[in-house]
């Protein structure tokens, strides 16, 4: 980020330096690990895979490498929005939905039950392999 004066960085500045940030293939390979380590009838949030993989502001990178990972290389139903809200529109949150619910996670109402299904991520875990 380039500052050009000496006021501090808001909040918004730092959000919208971060959206832009570029890829980086160290952090996406982090994401993805964080991402596979999430068992059948687990999930977790986009906040959470972040910060597992040491990245703990970039949930919406995490967002952005689901939406540009090919079809079926992550199980990528297994990642929700905060409190366990499906964050997809139309056929795809219908289709996010009904795989989670084969795979045995329950719902109230809109969301998932995280207290039955978040997945606790563990720092041994996420070592490189």
């Known amino acids: 980020m380039v500052r050009r004066s000496n006021r501090p ?3 918004r500045e730092a959000a919208r330096y971060l959206l832009r940030a570029p890829r980086s293939a160290p952090r996406d390979a982090a994401f993805r690990r964080a991402i596979r380590q999430i068992p059948r009838g687990k999930v977790a949030t ?3 895979v972040a ?3 040491g990245y703990p502001l970039y949930h919406r990178q995490v967002a ?3 939406r540009s990972s090919p079809l079926g290389s992550l199980p990528w139903q297994r990642v929700l929005g905060s409190g366990g809200a499906i964050k997809l529109r139309g056929e795809a949150a219908l289709e996010q939905r009904m795989r989670l619910e084969m795979e045995g996670v329950r719902f109230r109402g809109k969301r998932v039950d995280m207290d ?3 997945h606790r ?3 041994w ?3 490189e392999e």
């Open 64 to 66: 952005q490498l689901l």
């Open 125 to 127: 875990e996420m070592e």
């Open 116 to 118: 039955a299904h978040q």
């Open 121 to 123: 991520f563990r720092p």
């Open 51 to 53: 910060a597992a993989a």
């Open 9 to 11: 960085v808001t909040a």
């Open 46 to 48: 986009y906040g959470q």
